[in-house]
């Protein structure tokens, strides 16, 4: 499985960005799906996740509310609609598939993974 995750770029604090994550030859609905940011300096940390089954959803708390992720089978992509972003959201944005009915929050329990997409948040 081949992960491809778009959307990042540059918004002021209070704007909105959407990421994308799309599989290649591969339908992205067999699989749970999480996203993670790494800021300079931290640890790589759950964002979000859904999961493959019942559709089960996990935020962090810090943008629970602000953040929603689903499912576009249509264009066979997890998305994550970010608004409200504040200068902390600041990071590089991964997403990873597992073949799994469940979601996870740690990094390696999944076994694909996208290339990063950079979401900066400035004023």
């Known amino acids: 499985v081949q992960l491809q995750a778009s959307g990042g770029g540059t918004v002021q604090p209070g704007g909105s960005l959407t990421l994308s994550c799309a599989a290649s030859g591969y339908a992205l609905e067999y699989s749970s799906v999480g996203w993670f940011r790494q800021a300079p300096g931290k640890e790589r940390e759950a964002v979000s996740a859904?999961?493959?089954?019942?559709?089960?959803?996990y935020y962090h708390g810090s943008v629970a509310g602000r953040f929603t992720i689903y499912r576009d089978s249509a264009k066979n992509t997890v998305d994550l609609q970010m608004n409200r972003l504040r200068l902390e959201d600041t990071a590089v944005y991964y997403c990873?598939?597992?073949?799994?009915?469940?979601?996870?929050?740690?990094?390696?329990?999944?076994?694909?993974w996208g290339q990063g997409t950079l979401v900066t948040v400035s004023s």
């Open positions: 990873a598939a597992v073949q799994s009915a469940n979601w996870y929050d740690r990094w390696d329990e999944y076994d694909a």
């Open positions: 859904i999961s493959r089954d019942d559709g089960s959803i």
